[in-house]
């Protein structure tokens, strides 16, 4: 079993603009293309420019975005915010993988401002990520944020090294789930937020 301690880390990476571009250059001139025709003069910026989009959750900062929304209250039933589209890469190739992450959490005295989780998703899926820790880091930090009774956290993908490569049925889905707390220890509570996942999925 791996640790529930939070891994929410702030990356610094060494950003020197252009520096991307210029091997992006190369490597259209390593595939045998021409890097200097009309087609592709401004890819090599535009490559850049979507990597370091795509990359953006490194330099993102938990309590920043969370921004205090956080609110008092006596509610103590399960909270799930479903159907999360997010758009990842994977680490291994570099390629998309991308789906849907549904968060659920019991609160103990407060909540957290529904419009925060999308966005402590994005904050982890803009890296490069395999689906197992994506989805493991989005409820250490619900966890961290909130001190939840408990959360449970479902991803289900599809990812293009999967679906381009040929190495999988194209139309092949993911699932990987990080439970904590109350949802990790007792089955009833799992099974409420499993059903009302269940229904109307995407990959059901
Ligand atoms: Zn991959």
Redesign the pocket.
């Known amino acids: 079993m791996r640790s529930n301690k939070a891994v929410v880390k702030v990356m610094t990476p060494k950003r020197t603009e252009g520096a991307i571009a210029s091997m992006m250059e190369r490597v259209l001139v390593e595939l045998g293309e021409d890097p200097k025709r009309e087609g592709l003069v401004r890819t090599p910026g535009r490559s850049e420019a979507a990597m370091r989009f795509l990359t953006s959750g490194y330099h993102m900062d938990l309590q920043r975005v969370v921004n205090g929304a956080l609110f008092k209250v006596k509610y103590d039933e399960m909270v799930i915010v479903k159907d999360i589209e997010f758009f990842s890469l ?6 998309p ?1 991308f789906g849907k992450i549904h968060v659920a959490y019991l609160p103990k005295d407060k909540v957290i401002g529904l419009s925060k989780i999308p966005r402590v998703v994005d904050m982890f899926a803009r890296r490069l990520q395999v689906q197992e820790r994506l989805t493991q880091q989005v409820a250490e930090a619900i966890q961290q944020v909130l001190e939840p009774k408990g959360v449970g956290v479902i991803c289900e993908a599809r ?4 679906m381009m490569r040929g190495v999988e049925k194209q139309h092949s889905a993911t699932t990987t789930s990080s439970m904590l707390g109350v949802l990790r220890r007792r089955k009833e509570t799992r099974d409420e937020f499993l059903s009302l996942v269940r229904q109307n999925s995407l990959y059901a």
């Not at 994977?90 to 390629?95: A, K, Q, V």
């Not at 990812?159 to 999967?162: E, G, I, P, R, T």
Request: hydrophobic share 45%; glycine share 0%.
């Open positions: 994977c680490e291994h190739h570099l390629l993988f990812h293009f090294c999967m």
